[in-house]
């Protein structure tokens, strides 16, 4: 096929983002060609910004703009919870909610020995470093709900009990707003077992 | 639910095949190699969209030709037509529901129920016990989605965890021993729920197997399925147990990098009357076991579901004596619709097709009806 290699580049690199086929790249590509220069501009400028003026909290792991990032380091913000994710994304689902004003850390994955992630290339030994000292009296364990989200809970659960704090994990269940009808089996399954009393 | 109406194009040796079926029992009758299993082929992909027996698409395609097509009208509350059609050039089938195309074969698979009796089924009694844990699981999972939830759940654990293992064989660090801890724990958490639902499943499903077994032989021999499972009967002694057994393993696991323990090697004994059938069964002690089976799991679909399975019988009366093969085919007038191939069918004059049967006659590719 004879593409026109900038463009057969440009395609090439926007398919390697997570959920861009083949053929989004292509109609992104296309759109950029055709768009205004100061459109292509501006873009490129926002992406450079990602890289160059971002890294990640040396507290808590998510990414901010400074070394610290805004939750550590508001005041209002309540210092004895941590709450443990898997990655930043996590937080941001976390915060939208307005129900939580705690703390967070970002393990960066879960364990994985098919992937190769064990317990060391996670931030585990920092969360532990967070723990010195008697702030923080609680931690929510809020992994993904899947076998490796809960193998990595019950470490990190077994790795904490000495340490004499709260430690729970997030409830599962049922999501608000949708029909008893319409979940499926495993999910009603779990949220009558975790049923809770009135 | 049952088939109303087949239609084959290019499908194996039916150039062009168009079959109305009766809603009770459809005697399929030829030699061999002319194209009676080719229908039950037919009839399985469009309930499933799977092939029956292991083989390529690209092989049921007529020779001579590159594609090859099945319509089915299947009818229940409504009539569903389901069609598939595969395209040999590029390699690709296309199935569609009403018309529409499914993208999703989950989306079909448990809308039309299907029971099946093949040959390679022998191997559920005189195979490995994998072959039974198969049958077991594939039986529960048909009838609920939370234990094939858990199942493939399971799986992946049993890999996540055999990978660490062998990490810790490797490396010999045995800082890793406590990332295995949590991986049991998850293990014997999904484990025991699988146990569970088995030993639920078993004892319930002993009941249809028995009576499915005094249908076909009136003599006074009892079939029982065993499961051995970790011991206990609450589902705490449960988790308990299978925790200790993992934990005496634990040496051996580390040495052998593999997960020794867990429902996933449970064994499942199958018994005539207390003895194993496996060691002191004869040839038509199994056949007439596999046959029990077959009949126990449609009638346990049929009521899990409150739907009425397809049943499809390849051959099953080559090894049977007439006595069995005649109690056979009056128990399948208790079942609804089913698809019987035969070689045969003077040899078996007692089966004789009663009315709202039918009969059909297979010779290289080309129906009639007898």
């Known amino acids: 096929?004879?593409?026109?290699?900038?463009?057969?580049?440009?395609?090439?690199?926007?398919?390697?983002?997570?959920s861009i086929g083949r053929k989004t790249a292509q109609r992104l590509a296309l759109h950029l060609v055709k768009s205004n220069p100061e459109v292509v501009e501006n873009l490129v400028a926002a992406l450079t910004a990602l890289k160059e003026n971002l890294k990640l909290c040396s507290v808590c792991y998510n990414i901010s703009v400074e070394d610290t990032c805004d939750i550590c380091?508001?005041?209002?913000?309540?210092?004895?919870?941590?709450?443990?994710?898997?990655?930043?994304?996590?937080?941001?689902?976390?915060?939208?909610?307005n129900e939580y004003n705690g703390l967070y850390h970002v393990l960066g994955g879960v364990l994985s020995p098919l992937s190769g992630t064990d317990a060391d290339s996670l931030k585990i030994k920092e969360l532990l470093q967070r723990?010195?000292?008697?702030?923080?009296?609680?931690?929510?364990?809020?992994?993904?709900?899947?076998?490796?989200?809960?193998?990595?809970?019950?470490?990190?659960?077994?790795?904490?009990?000495?340490?004499?704090?709260?430690?729970?994990?997030?409830?599962?269940?049922?999501?608000?707003?949708?029909?008893?009808?319409?979940?499926?089996?495993?999910?009603?399954?779990?949220?009558?077992?975790?049923?809770?009393?009135? | 639910m049952y088939l109303k109406e087949l239609e084959l194009i290019n499908f194996r040796l039916h150039k062009s095949s168009k079959i109305n079926f009766s809603d009770k029992l459809n005697y399929i009758v030829g030699g061999n190699g002319q194209g009676k299993t080719t229908i039950l082929e037919a009839v399985y992909f469009l309930c499933t969209t799977k092939n029956l027996l292991s083989s390529s698409e690209s092989e049921i395609?007529?020779?001579?030709?590159?594609?090859?097509?099945?319509?089915?009208?299947?009818?229940?509350?409504?009539?569903?037509?389901?069609?598939?059609?595969?395209?040999?050039?590029?390699?690709?089938?296309?199935?569609?529901?009403?018309?529409k195309q499914i993208f999703r074969s989950s989306s079909v698979i448990g809308k039309?129920?299907?029971?099946?009796?093949?040959?390679?089924?022998?191997?559920?009694?005189?195979?490995?016990?994998?072959?039974r844990r198969k049958f077991?699981?594939?039986?529960?999972?048909q009838t609920s989605e939370t234990y094939l939830k858990i199942?493939?759940?399971?799986?992946?654990?049993?890999?996540?965890?055999?990978?660490?293992?062998?990490?810790?064989?490797?490396?010999?660090?045995?800082?890793?021993?406590?990332?295995?801890?949590?991986?049991?724990?998850?293990?014997?958490?999904?484990?025991?729920?699988?146990?569970?639902?088995?030993?639920?499943f078993i004892s319930d499903f002993n009941d249809y197997l028995k009576n499915a077994y005094s249908k076909i032989l009136e003599n006074a021999e009892t079939p029982y399925i065993e499961y051995h499972h970790p011991e206990g009967t609450t589902a705490e002694e449960i988790k308990k147990d299978f925790y200790l057994k993992l934990e005496e393993l634990k040496g051996e696991e580390l040495r052998r990098c593999s997960n020794l323990a867990g429902p996933h090697r449970d064994e499942f004994t199958f018994r005539i009357n207390g003895l194993e059938l496996k060691k002191y069964g004869s040839q038509g002690q199994?056949?007439?076991?596999?046959?029990?089976?077959?009949?126990?799991?449609?009638?346990?679909?049929?009521e899990k579901l409150s739907r009425t399975p397809v049943f499809l019988l390849d051959d099953v009366f080559g090894e049977l004596d007439s006595y069995r093969a005649e109690k056979i085919s009056w128990f399948l007038r208790e079942v609804g619709q089913a698809f019987i191939t035969l070689t045969d069918f003077t040899r078996f004059e007692k089966l004789n097709v009663g009315s709202g049967n039918s009969l059909f006659t297979v010779k290289n590719g080309c129906v009639e009806y007898a």
Request: glycine letters at 4%; hydrophobic letters at 45%; one cysteine or more.
């Open chain 1, 73 to 97: 380091k508001s005041v209002k913000r309540d210092r004895a919870i941590i709450c443990v994710v898997e990655e930043a994304s996590d937080i941001i689902a976390i915060e939208k909610t």
């Open chain 2, 151 to 200: 199942l493939i759940d399971y799986n992946k654990i049993l890999k996540q965890r055999a990978r660490l293992l062998i990490q810790i064989f490797e490396t010999k660090n045995y800082s890793l021993l406590q990332q295995l801890d949590s991986w049991t724990e998850t293990l014997v958490e999904a484990g025991s729920e699988l146990i569970s639902h088995r030993i639920a």
């Open chain 2, 61 to 99: 395609v007529n020779f001579n030709e590159n594609f090859f097509e099945a319509k089915g009208k299947f009818k229940e509350l409504t009539e569903d037509l389901s069609r598939v059609l595969y395209q040999k050039d590029i390699n690709k089938k296309f199935f569609y529901l009403n018309e």
């Open chain 2, 286 to 302: 199994h056949k007439t076991f596999q046959i029990a089976l077959k009949f126990a799991q449609f009638f346990y679909m049929k």
């Open chain 2, 136 to 141: 077991v699981d594939m039986v529960i999972s």
């Open chain 2, 112 to 131: 039309f129920p299907i029971v099946t009796l093949t040959q390679p089924d022998h191997s559920i009694t005189q195979g490995a016990p994998a072959d």
């Open chain 1, 1 to 18: 096929m004879l593409i026109a290699e900038p463009l057969q580049t440009a395609i090439e690199e926007l398919g390697k983002l997570p």
């Open chain 1, 131 to 198: 723990l010195q000292g008697d702030t923080v009296k609680e931690i929510i364990l809020a992994l993904n709900p899947d076998t490796e989200g809960e193998a990595t809970s019950l470490y990190l659960a077994k790795l904490l009990k000495p340490l004499s704090l709260k430690i729970t994990r997030i409830a599962r269940g049922l999501p608000i707003g949708g029909d008893l009808e319409f979940a499926d089996e495993a999910t009603i399954g779990r949220a009558v077992i975790g049923r809770i009393t009135l």
